[in-house]
């Protein structure tokens, strides 16, 4: 089988959305990124993208997303230009994304992209002459995140179609939940519990996919009275940026805190996971739980995923 085939037509060059992606693609990157553990492991990397750059425009703080990608094209190899503060660049002079989008596809191979606008990544990727990956665009998407938390959860159970999915904190806002649940609807998961305040509730669009697809949903407030049913319980931060009234997310930002009582309730075989950074929605004393992924493992899979991801895009 041809694999670069089936990625570059997968693709159709750009991770816009999860929605870019094909189940069988799955497999095939999560096997590149077991190569790419072995590689890191052994060797520390090699030199398969010499010669190729990465442009890294952010426009919206980041650490892990930012140096993981950065750290990806280093490691086979890579150049990069990295942009982590472009408002700060010729775009505070008015300049559009169009216009960037045809600057850095003439520098770079390869755009990751990073923007406060829900849409922007797609409005730039149909501008740009080179792939664009989404790395978060506001309240809509964050797919690569999506691939390496289903990769990580794919290394814990044989199969992931029977598995009940546990997602917390503000699933309104949040693009990390909203790539993961379209991903997971993908994967053929049925079973999800929904907990956040009535305020943060998941889109509607969302709720739509799951049970037009069979699936079974469960929205509550309270976790304690559900968690015990989660096999993976994906706790996320109330997103500040996305508030207009401060005193609405002071209230609502430890509205469900994760703390060692809470993990009592929860089964021995489930997965803690956090996309980071966490605020103090769960509290530091479950860390050395070892259901707790958010450091142990998510953020290493972040690194061979997006490994994977550049070189089964850029090494034709
Ligand atoms: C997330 C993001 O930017 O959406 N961070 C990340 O990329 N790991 C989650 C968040 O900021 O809450």
Known sequence: MNIQIIMNNYFKKNLVSVEDIKREDVDVLFNRADEMKRLVEEKGGDERLKNKILAALFYEPSSRTFSSFITAMQ?????????????????????????????FSTYADIIVFRHPEKGSSSQIART????VINAGDGIGEHPTQALLDTYTISKHFTSLN??????????????????LAKLFVKLGIKNFIWVSPNLLKMPEEINNLV????????????????????????????????????????KLKLA????????????????????????GEISA????????????????????????LLDLILNK
Do not use: W
């Not at 503060?85 to 989008?101: F, H």
């Not at 740009?128 to 792939?131: E, I, K, N």
């Not at 469900?256 to 605020?279: E, G, S």
């Open 75 to 103: 490691r086979l190899g890579g150049g990069f230009i990295p942009f982590n503060g472009m408002a700060n660049t010729s775009v505070a002079k008015g300049e559009t994304l169009e216009d960037t989008a045809k600057v």
């Open 128 to 131: 740009s002459s080179v792939p």
């Open 162 to 179: 029977s598995l009940t999915i546990g997602m917390i904190g503000d699933l309104l806002n949040g693009r990390t939940v909203h790539s």
């Open 211 to 250: 049970t037009r697809n069979g699936g079974k949903l469960v929205e509550t407030e309270m976790l304690a009275d559900v968690i015990g049913e989660m096999d993976v319980i994906y706790d996320t931060r109330v997103q500040k940026e996305r508030f207009t009234d401060i005193a609405v997310y002071e």
């Open 256 to 279: 469900c805190v994760i703390n060692q009582d809470v993990m009592k309730k929860a089964k021995k075989t489930a997965l803690l996971m956090h996309p980071l950074p966490r605020v």
């Open 285 to 308: 004393e479950v860390d050395e739980d070892p259901r707790a992924l958010y450091f142990r493992e998510q953020i290493r899979n972040g690194l061979y995923v997006r490994m994977a």
